[in-house]
């Protein structure tokens, strides 16, 4: 119930213009009639309509203009407007509505026809106008009255009444009308209202207590502040929601959040949105198309005619600047997608146009009301943009390199990105890699229908090769937008289950280079038009150690030579591994991998390798000692093949090589010769594995040795292996290696019966000793029991022509001593230059092969020189040592015998001559000694002579 003393100013006022109220008691806010006993609204009096009976509620002269009404709260109440007269134009009328504290009016307009409208921005409203304000008649608004300076005429259809809600406990309308547009008076001026008192309990259904609609900024109609959104519910309203709201009004909502309410490693992002249909209302033109009237959310320039219209901005700006672009400008109605902000702070404009009619929505309100909501995203996300600390503009740029990390999941920008802006994603590769993309998202999505689109691919994405001061048009690898989506990779997203991986250049992209760029670039904001895509980037390293084998980029076969033969390594020792590029693994589309490491040294040195790891996945595979061949070899069990395989024979098979597929402590490989072969394979590798899974790491190193095979140098000889060698370790004796010279064969004969290797299947022959001669060759193994010497095993080339217990291929052996060896073990070996039969009609070889200078008939090819008569016998016929093929060197037996017979009978003839000489030459001098001593002068004289 309404205090007598609040409506003493109404009473006062009804005395002065309406007839002296009669003694009799009528309710409170009611008229006793003079002539009768009825009891009318204070509103019926002077509203021209004879409510009493006898006209004493129309008193001469009386109006219901310039009054202050007041009602019981909860019944409704009317009031009219008569038309004025025309010789009373300018017409002015005003109709203040008061309730109690605390309380609210409802007014409903029940008849407007005031002039006519014509423009909502210039001018509008020519013949009258009505305007709302929310104080006493010519009097200022209070501040967070949401009164605004506009006005409203021209005609509402009586289908729809359109409400106002107050925000104080009083309003008062000001009609105003200048002059009469039509003949028809009727349709220039009619007007009346509705109106109720609401109580504090109704109207707390408009500002519900559990909802925070901000702190108005001082000396303003409605500037909220809103804070601790996180932690209470917060919501934004335009003024007198659901009614109608003002005109010629701007209202501001800076949303923020505070530094105490963030979580550490944390950024705030404010959110707002209207999910529901039938919460938003802002005056719009009308869209029509193919008949269909468009009931959605007004974008952008479909809100400047009418210029109702409610902006978003990421954030107020700094101090003294412009807000920054807006996140979205909407009007009319329908849902209202997520705006959401770059930072902790987010600014919304409501603005109105000054003029309009008033008009009730098909949703039976006006205005607009968003709820709040605040975000936390990791403070390094890049799902979100930082700003510039001076500017505040937002830096959309992001840089990613191997150094800080090798792969990782890009998003599309979380947040709202305002029209003619531009995100980048830099991918700066390091030498030796090549970046790795693939899209297991992209999706597009507009707020409009696509019957009202006008617009298409004004959002698009980027993919180009190099970082971006490199980039030109030829590096464009794809431009992507709703109508050309980029290659997808979806079931990339299921991880470990995934059933097959992307296949690069075809369900991804790789760059040419060292650096990809990815860039976004905004026509109209992401908040209405969004593309949203997840992508995996990764930079693969593709760069390998060694020289590769061939031009095939993706082989990773390599070579490894040492400084003696041409290449960069020394004696120290250096770490290898196989390739960490994916692209060769599961992961990239590979089922199988096969990598061969080839050690290539000086014929004076040796190769050491040690592995420190080896890894084969999850596969139960074991790495066990053959002693019977002296060698490891792998256990797969029934897993695919997986390990590491060790050759020094060219082209041997993998079923005979040395197999690793765990570490053996303490384990180190030398080589027999100077080139090894290591070679790294993984079969039947799944989608999600790669390197992480399949890998082998170890170190080599050249040896440089004084070991000295003269078989070697000659091409050919005996070798004797000891079990025993006291030579350096590097030079052990228990191996022999070699590998023929292009175009030439190797022919063996060891001594010994040949072991079977499937005993199951064939009688093995009884061995007097546990030593063993493993033979390895490029197509098979062969064990040989070294006794009795007696036996000999002749291995020879797969020649036809050739006679041997064993035709393999022997461009390449390893013979290796074996078992448990108590001496040595001798055989011999040549190297042959194989020479066709010359007649095409036979393959009988020839007893002396032509165009071969040091022939070797029984083998039919050509052995070194250095074997040519060297007096041993390497031919199997001895036909190097025959004495038609060394007559240079050997002279005949009976030449011998003649040379010898004849220098004794010459040392005898000449051994007599000389005796008898020296006797004759005595005998003369003792005659001359006689006679001189027995003669005289004359007689010596004469003997003188007879001498001389």
Known sequence: MSSPSLHLPLLMTMLITTPTKPSSVCGPHTYSCSGTSRCVLSSQVCDGIDDCGDMSDEAPGCSPCNKTYVGEAGGWYTLSVPRPRGDKLPFTCFLTLSAQKKEKVQVTLQDFRLGRFQSHLHSGCPDGHLQITEAKAESLAPPGSGSGSGQFCGITNNKTRPSYLSTTNTVTFTVQFFQFWADDLDNSFLFSLRYRILPYIRSSAMSDVTQFLGRLVPNTQCNYKLDNCSQRKCVVRSPHYPGLYPRNLTCSYHIFVLPGEVPSGKQALVSVSQPRSGRVWLEADQVEKYGQVDMSLGLWSECENVNDHVTA???????????????????????????????????????TSPFSVPKVSPYSLNGFELEVDIKFVDIESESYVPKDRTTGAPECQFSFSSVGRQAGIVESIRHGLASNQTCTWQFQALPGEVVWISFQKFQTSHHKPDIYRTDSCSNKLRLMDGPPFLTYNGSLIGEFCDTSPPRICDHAALGEKMSRPCTPGIESYVSKGRGLTLSETVGQSTVVNRLEFVARYEFVTIAQDGLPVNKNIQSCDREFKSDQVGGRYNTQDYAFATPRNV???????????????KLIGSPTQRIQVKFTNISVGDRPCKTVFDPSIARYRCDFGASPESGVFLTEVAGEEEQYQQCHCQVMHNTQITSVNNVLVVKFKATKMLPTQDFRDFSLQGSFRFVNTHCHDETAVKRGGFVTLDYHSSEQAICDKKSWSIRAKNGREIHLDFPGVLMPQNSASQTAPACATRSRLVVRTAGEIFIICPVPAEHTVKLSSSRANWTSDIKTDLISVSVQLAGQSTGRVTFSWLELTPDPPQSGLSNAPSPLPLGCEHPCPSLQGCISPDLWCDGTQNCPSGWDESEQNCSHLLIPIHYLYFVAAGAVFLFMVTAIIVVCRLRSCQKTEHEVAKRVSNGTVETMLNHKEEVS
């Open 583 to 597: 692209f060769l693994f599961g992961r990239g589309g590979r089922e199988n991998i096969s990598c061969t490491f």
């Open 313 to 351: 901005y990421d954030g107020p700006g700094l101090p003294g600047t412009a807000p920054p672009s807006p996140l979205i400008v909407f009007c009319r109605g329908g849902v209202v997608p997520q705006i959401v902000s770059s930072g902790p702070d987010m600014l919304v404009v409501f603005r």
